[in-house]
């Protein structure tokens, strides 16, 4: 099959959050499986033009949006692995520092009327379109609206970041006359890209089987669950895999020993360079928790503030903590570093080679999310030997199972409610836990040899593609008479 995937971020080229490590990994593995899988997103100016070197691909034209007229032109990269990236060129992307930032909204409606202009002129047609989170959700409606051949999926990332406008952006656009082609039995959808994707995709998937169970309820559906509802039946969840390249403790370049389950002893190194590194004292008898997120609500922050002076008194246990979010988490948490110089290190911002460090080196990993899609976070620290102490929702209850009390069974410590004192009640669990030094160690040996690859989900996806196709009539059409035949297999 031919299969472009669009979407909003993509390693190796940008990354701000999980959607790059899925949109970067996952054509890998669906190439393995003998498809051709290409990359579509906008150039931004942050990409490393001295490190991706382009080809135009198509010449500069332009395009009316917004009742402006906007020159755009397509781009192509070649990564060292052989995969091809196509770059959207336009000055609204590539004049600016930010992937998203405050414009995002015209830039993504943008970028959305670009590829939709694009696709009938490319030199390499794609059988089925792969649209990524609400950056991408308006091509679903823009490809129904005019009768485009190319089948469409739609993959939801997360649902709370839905692409919001109002209804004078409906009129300035030119959305409403589309917007109002929906049928009579259809939900009202909110005012927001995502709507769209949901709503015209052939099929919609979303990253793990939990998570798709819990969006058509109204806790979990962020307004659009009767929208979901609507469509339940082509609904799915396919959980992400990882980067098994990327993610090696036995190979990466970025820790400081590298190691496997049969040579765990080395590890201690790590934890000691991360102590040193975070200027706690370097003991490698004290249990060391580890957390790399984005510091919000969705990720658990208000729960993990509220805990901290208890665990930090209670326990000996030290943290790490990396990520950036919301500005009153910073400042709360530097806060508590600040009181706690001996047990809590906090760094605000993205650093790559340091959250290598944290999964190579802590003990636990901690993701209290209150809502988790899928979470790549967990499946890393596995990966790295780090047990996680995760909340029982969306990703995080599909890929950690609670270990028994004498660490028999399971890979880590989950709770369930929502608060404060069941998060505190884990991680005693897991610093007790963690004195058991021979059942621990098992515990370690037996998470790091679970399979997190994309092997089993790449196969997942690949016969849904087929079922889509298969629902659009493709195997019918004149054009598509060669590929029938290729992915009908008996
Ligand atoms: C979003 C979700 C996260 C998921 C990632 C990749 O960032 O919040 O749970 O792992 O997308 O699908």
């Not at 998570?211 to 669950?225: C, F, K, N, Q, S």
């Not at 102590?275 to 249990?287: D, G």
């Amino acid at each position: 099959m031919r299969i472009l995937f669009v979407a909003a971020e993509a390693t190796p080229l940008v990354k701000v959050g999980g959607l790059a490590d899925v949109v970067g990994s996952l054509p890998k593995a669906l190439s393995e499986l003998g498809h051709d899988v290409r990359v579509m997103m906008p150039r931004y100016g942050v990409i490393d033009a001295g490190r991706f070197s382009v080809a135009t691909a198509i010449d500069d034209f332009n395009i009316r949006v917004m009742n402006t007229t906007k020159s755009v032109s397509l781009k192509v990269t070649e990564l060292s692995d052989g995969g091809k990236v196509y770059l959207v060129d336009s000055a609204d992307f590539s004049g600016s520092s930010e992937v998203y930032g405050k414009d995002a909204l015209k830039r993504f409606f943008l970028f959305c009327r670009a590829v939709l202009e694009i696709l009938p002129k490319l030199d390499w047609q794609p059988e089925l379109v792969h649209c990524h989170d609400w950056h991408t959700a308006l091509i679903p409606l823009w490809l129904k609206r005019n009768d485009y051949h190319y089948a469409s999926l739609f993959t939801i990332h997360n649902l709370a970041y839905q692409g919001p406008f109002d209804d004078k952006f409906l009129s300035d656009s030119g959305l409403r006359r589309d917007w109002q082609s929906r049928p009579a039995n259809v939900p009202e959808p909110p005012l927001n890209c995502m709507s769209q994707g949901i709503l015209w995709a052939d099929m919609v998937t979303t990253v793990s089987e939990t998570y798709a169970r819990e969006i058509v309820t109204p806790e979990y559906g962020e307004r659009l669950d009767p929208l979901l509802r609507y469509r339940r039946e082509k609904l799915l969840g396919i959980v992400n895999g990882l980067d098994y390249e990327e993610y090696n403790p036995a190979t990466d370049p970025l820790i400081p020993a590298n190691y496997d389950c049969s040579t765990l002893d080395k590890r201690i190194a790590n934890k000691l360079a991360l102590q040193k590194q975070a200027k706690l004292p370097e003991n490698a008898e004290i249990p060391l928790i580890g957390m790399v997120s984005r510091l919000d609500e969705q990720k658990g922050l208000d729960i993990v503030a509220e805990s901290l002076d208890f665990l930090l008194h209670k326990t000996r246990a030290q943290m790490v903590i990396l990520g950036k979010g919301i500005e009153y988490y910073h400042g709360l948490l530097k806060q508590a570093a600040n009181k706690y110089l001996k047990q809590l290190a906090v760094v605000i911002g993205f650093d790559n080679a340091l959250a290598h460090r944290i999964y190579a080196g802590c003990d636990m990993f901690l993701m209290p999310s209150r809502f988790e899609p899928c979470g790549l976070g967990q499946l890393i620290a596995m990966r790295y030997g780090a047990v996680p102490v995760v909340r029982r929702t969306g990703g995080l209850a599909d890929t950690v199972q609670d270990l028994t009390q004498n660490l028999g069974e399971g890979t880590g410590f989950v709770f369930h409610d929502y608060d404060s004192k069941a998060l505190v009640t884990a991680i005693r669990r897991a610093v007790d836990a963690y004195q058991e030094k021979e059942a621990w160690r098992k515990v370690m040996q037996r998470i790091m040899a679970l399979d997190f690859s994309w092997q089993a989900s790449a196969k997942k996806y690949e016969s849904l593609y087929y079922k889509t196709l298969e629902l659009k009539g493709y195997a019918k059409s004149q054009s598509a008479v060669g590929l029938s035949r290729r992915f009908r297999r008996d």
